[in-house]
């Protein structure tokens, strides 16, 4: 079972950029994985996406300022967030996309949009 530690998160102003990171416990050569969020009193949602080979697709509403990246080295994927609003207030969580039944998921990194 893999283990998943989200970090990057924090307070941040309208318009302000914010870089997370997500390190996996084991290998993720071969799985898509994605970043999620989940804000309060919301469902969680899956807004970014790559793929084993690199590919990517996005939720409309971040399409354009988000960017997911991976380094299957370091076992370890990226959110880039830039232009970030009000409304990307959110805990952040990573993990494979379509999720992998036996694997738990992280604490999460709050992400907080106010001025």
């Known amino acids: 079972q893999v283990q998943l530690v989200e970090s990057g998160g924090g307070l941040v102003q309208p318009g302000g950029s914010l870089r997370l990171s997500c390190a996996a416990s084991?290998?993720?050569?071969?799985?898509?994985m994605g970043w999620y969020r989940q804000a309060p009193g919301k469902p969680r949602e899956l807004v970014a996406r790559?793929?084993?080979?690199?590919?990517?697709n996005y939720a409309g509403s971040v399409s354009g300022r988000f960017t997911i990246s991976r380094d299957n080295a370091k076992n370890t994927v990226y959110l880039q967030m830039n232009s970030l609003k009000p409304e990307d207030t959110a805990v952040y969580y990573c993990?494979?996309?379509?999720?992998?039944?036996?694997?738990?998921w992280g604490q999460g990194t709050q992400v907080t949009v106010s001025s």
């Open positions: 790559i793929t084993s080979g690199g590919s990517t």
């Open positions: 084991g290998s993720i050569r071969t799985i898509n």
């Open positions: 993990n494979a996309a379509p999720l992998i039944v036996s694997w738990s």
